[in-house]
T-cell receptor, first 115, second 111 residues
C-alpha cells in the first residue's frame, strides 16, 4: 500500500514569491493535515482538511492556505514568502476522524528554502 | 506552560537496556496519544498510539497512559542502535483534528 506522497521533495524560492506544495493521502484516507517543522520550533500544525472542507487552522497568517480536491489530495499554498517560511512541510493523512481518533501517517515532506 | 512537554534529552542507553521516554500534557480534554520516531532528515513515523488508561504493548514497545496525572510514556525494551532517533510525543482532541507535539527527546543507543 502506497503511503502519503508529497511533491516536490525540494523547493527553492525567493522572498515575495508563491509556493505550492502537493500531497496525496493513503488510499482510503479522507483527512489531510499540514504541519510545518522549522529548525528550533518543532512540529507546528497548519491546516486540516476533511471531505473538501477546511476543519481547523493553526496559528499561521492567512498567506498560508490550501484546499482539498474531490480525490482527497491536497495543496498547500504559501503566498508572499518570507525567509522564516524556510522549513520542512509535512503532510499527514488519516481515516475519517468522525469515526473516532485516528492515527495520522506522514509523508516524506517538502523542504522549502527561501533565498 | 507548554502544551506537551517531554523529558529533556538527550537520552543515552546501552544496547539491550530499557529506554524510558516521558511526556506530560496540559489539556485534560486530550483524548488520543501518539509516539512518533523521527530519524535525522526523515519524516515522523508512527510507532504507538494509546487512547485508554493503562499499558499497551507492541513488540519491544510499551506505551503507558495515566490521564489523571496527564502523563504518557514509552518504554523500549532490548534497545538497539537502530532505535537511535528523536522520539516525538503527540496528543490530540478528536474535534480539533490536529496533533500537538512535544519538542522531542533524542535517544542514542550505544553498542
Amino acid at each position: 500500500e502506497a503511503g502519503v506522497t508529497q511533491s516536490p521533495t525540494h523547493l527553492i524560492k525567493t522572498r515575495g514569491q508563491q509556493a505550492t506544495l502537493r500531497c496525496s493521502p493513503i488510499s482510503g484516507h479522507t483527512s489531510v493535515y499540514w504541519y510545518q517543522q522549522a529548525l528550533g520550533l518543532g512540529l507546528q500544525f497548519l491546516l486540516w482538511y476533511d471531505e473538501g472542507e477546511e476543519r481547523n487552522r493553526g496559528n499561521f497568517p492567512p498567506r498560508f492556505s490550501g484546499r482539498q480536491f474531490p480525490n482527497y489530495s491536497s495543496e498547500l499554498n504559501v503566498n508572499a514568502l518570507e525567509l522564516e517560511d524556510s522549513a520542512l512541510y509535512l503532510c499527514a493523512s488519516s481515516l475519517e476522524i468522525g469515526t473516532g481518533n485516528q492515527p495520522q501517517h506522514f509523508g516524506d515532506g517538502t523542504r522549502l528554502s527561501i533565498l | 506552560q507548554k502544551e506537551v512537554e517531554q523529558n529533556s534529552g538527550p537520552l543515552s542507553v546501552p544496547e539491550g537496556a530499557i529506554a524510558s521516554l516521558n511526556c506530560t500534557y496540559s489539556d485534560r480534554g486530550s483524548q488520543s496519544f501518539f509516539w512518533y520516531r523521527q530519524y535525522s532528515g526523515k519524516s515522523p513515523e508512527l510507532i504507538m498510539f494509546i487512547y485508554s488508561n493503562g499499558d499497551k504493548e507492541d513488540g519491544r514497545f510499551t506505551a503507558q497512559l495515566n490521564k489523571a496525572s496527564q502523563y504518557v510514556s514509552l518504554l523500549i525494551r532490548d534497545s538497539q542502535p537502530s532505535d537511535s532517533a528523536t522520539y516525538l510525543c503527540a496528543v490530540s482532541i478528536t474535534s480539533y483534528g490536529k496533533l500537538t507535539f512535544g519538542q522531542g527527546t533524542i535517544l542514542t543507543v550505544h553498542p
